[in-house]
């Protein structure tokens, strides 16, 4: 695409969804040049987006390149994509109610305030935008509009960030595990907003874990002797990503967001002296599981990890693993500082659980 384009001066025009755009942003920012692109399918918000993902060397990176100069995106067209491009659509916009969560936690505990441009345009119209999963899946003009809307804000946040923070949490970081592994489901590749679907419900279920529990009577010593000092992360982080093709990732990561006994015992007093204030915020913003699941079941996400080749094991595994792979502070981080990630993993995963496994 490159070669091709260097031949003259033409503007190229990205006509399609994920792969194609993305493609087309990487190459235009190469040969020094704008582009615009046609969206054929609300499955993601990448189109209005800081960055292109791509597979380069069998792994997905991300390169920072600038946003389309213009986009255009007929509902016409969108409302007769393939349904389950829609649906993971409708899922990667679900994504930011636990994304916005996360960041409300990271601003709660002093660790990355909330931009309020960056908030207003992902968060204003989401839930409206998210209410009527039956009409995205139909085709509703009105239903796909919205969903477009969300995504293509979702893009516009993060040029305005700079950063996918606005738009991308803890769900995210199930995804881009997932891809780090190569993970496919009988042999084929799942696309992001599939993947996301499943990530977004296990955040959000241990969501609905962490409002029920009293960290109004959170025991600070006890959080304090369970963290790791730098050393032992050091060797926790690289022995858990020993035999993967990115051994180093998870301590360069972690090591980036770690913070000393010290911080951790003022950060989880914070938490704790506001934890009335800080529930109210995150109960208005989460949408609890059962309702997440039936509408994203009602679009035609997916909402069982078998769904995506993803057994519970796995699942369960990715609950631990997926904090460490970026220095994003989200719920994960929460649920490690304070201790409690093995237990509300123990009521996920055991009997009467949301996936037992326990049988
Ligand atoms: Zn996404």
């Keep these: 695409l490159i070669a091709a384009l260097k031949v003259h001066n033409a503007i190229p025009v990205a006509v399609g969804s994920g792969t194609i755009n993305d493609l087309t942003k990487l190459a235009a920012h190469l040969t020094d040049r704008p582009y615009m692109c046609v969206a054929t399918a609300a499955s993601m918000d990448g189109y209005t987006a800081f960055g292109a993902s791509i597979t380069a060397n069998g792994a997905k990176q991300t390169f920072n390149c600038p946003a389309p100069q213009a986009c255009l995106a007929d509902i016409d067209i969108l409302s007769k994509a393939p349904t389950e491009m829609t649906a993971a659509g409708y899922a990667d916009l679900f994504a930011k109610i636990t994304a916005g969560a996360d960041w409300i936690f990271a601003d709660a505990l002093g660790v990355e305030p909330i931009d309020d441009t960056a908030w207003s345009i992902v968060q204003d119209g989401l839930h409206e935008a998210l209410a009527d999963p039956e009409g995205t899946k139909n085709g509703d003009t009105k239903a796909v ?13 993060m040029q305005w960030s700079k950063s996918s923070r606005p738009a991308s949490g803890a769900e995210h970081q199930f995804s881009h595990l997932w891809n780090m592994e190569h993970h496919l489901n009988n042999g084929e590749h799942i696309s992001h907003g599939f993947q996301v679907s ?31 000092t730098l050393e032992q992360l050091k060797e926790e982080a690289l022995s858990i990503f020993k035999a993967t093709d990115f051994p180093e990732i998870g301590w360069q990561e972690a090591k980036a967001k770690y913070i000393d006994h ?53 699942l369960r595994e990715t609950f631990v693993r997926a904090q460490y792979i970026r220095r994003r502070f989200t719920i994960l981080d929460v649920a490690v500082r304070t201790g409690y990630l093995e237990q509300w993993l123990d009521q996920l995963f055991g009997k009467d659980g949301v996936w037992d496994i326990t049988t």
Excluded: C
């Design 145 to 157: 509009t919205q969903l477009t809307e969300g995504l293509m804000l979702g893009g516009f946040a």
């Design 198 to 228: 499943i990530g977004t419900l296990a955040v959000t279920a241990l969501y609905d874990l962490m409002l029920k529990t009293d960290f109004e009577n959170l025991d600070i010593a006890a959080a304090l002797k369970q963290w790791p």
């Design 262 to 314: 010290q911080e951790l015992e003022k950060q989880l007093q914070t938490l704790k002296n506001n934890w009335s204030n800080i529930k109210k915020r995150l109960a208005t913003q989460i949408v609890p599981f059962e309702e997440a699941k039936a509408r994203l079941a009602t679009v035609g996400a997916p909402t069982e990890p078998e769904h995506i080749g993803i057994t519970k094991e796995k």
